[in-house]
T-cell receptor, first 113, second 112 residues
Framework: NAGVTQTPKFRILKIGQSMTLQCTQD?????MYWYRQDPGMGLKLIYY???????DKGEVPNGYNVSRSTTEDFPLRLELAAPSQTSVYFC????????????FGPGTRLTVL | AQSVTQLDSHVSVSEGTPVLLRCNYS??????LFWYVQHPNKGLQLLLK??????LVKGINGFEAEFKKSETSFHLTKPSAHMSDAAEYFC??????????FGTGTSLTVIP
């Protein structure tokens, strides 16, 4: 099992550009999450999903969109990138509920200039 | 409202001595509490969790934590630090599946 994989590992965007951060898990987990981690801070939940076709907002959803068409994939879309979105983004998954262990991907380091 | 306060941003211990990482939480209901560890340039890994069962929770790599409702604390301990324990540690509180609140982290340094 590869676990949770994220692509790309690094990306530099210009202000106003858009991009999609990819997240895939091969553990057949129903719950998936997107977090951002700013320097010296804990993680903040952006969006989460309890299964294919079901997504909901977390603590900091503004400026992001998600979709969940399959159990495996949970892409995060940034529209009109802003410097405030410079961060490290982590995807995670868990099964069968949110109280169970979350398995994290290695992260995507995004810089918006 | 939920929140987590990690009382120390940095902790240094000598190898072989005990580790104590402190976490206080705020929650209106019965929370689930977690400790995660993050090694440099890696994703997070669960150390242990409390979900309203036994108040003393044992985790991986010799770590344990005690849920104290009266003190709203969930401190992480280990009897003897190992060099491989050097990492960032996060305390997390959650009441529902859509709200996870992470502390700002405690950086643990282990001195040989």
């Amino acid at each position: 099992n590869a676990g949770v994989t994220q692509t790309p590992k690094f990306r530099i965007l210009k202000i106003g550009q858009s991009m999609t951060l990819q997240c895939t898990q091969d553990m057949n987990h129903n719950y998936m999450y997107w977090y951002r981690q700013d320097p010296g801070m804990g993680l903040k939940l952006i969006y989460y999903s309890v299964g294919a076709g079901i997504t909901d907002k977390g603590e900091v959803p503004n400026g992001y969109n998600v979709s969940r068409s399959t159990t495996e994939d949970f892409p995060l879309r940034l529209e009109l990138a802003a410097p405030s979105q410079t961060s490290v983004y982590f995807c995670a998954s868990s099964y069968p509920s949110y109280t169970d262990t979350q398995y994290f991907g290695p992260g995507t380091r995004l810089t918006v200039l | 409202a939920q929140s987590v306060t990690q009382l120390d941003s940095h902790v240094s211990v000598s190898e072989g001595t005990p580790v104590l990482l402190r976490c206080n939480y705020s929650s209106s209901y019965s929370p689930s509490l977690f400790w995660y560890v993050q090694h440099p340039n890696k994703g997070l890994q669960l150390l242990l969790k409390y979900t309203s069962a036994a108040t003393l929770v044992k985790g991986i790599n010799g770590f344990e934590a005690e849920f104290k409702k009266s003190e709203t604390s969930f401190h992480l301990t280990k009897p003897s630090a190992h060099m491989s324990d050097a990492a960032e540690y996060f305390c997390v509180v959650s009441e529902t599946g859509n709200q996870f609140y992470f502390g700002t982290g405690t950086s643990l340094t282990v001195i040989p």
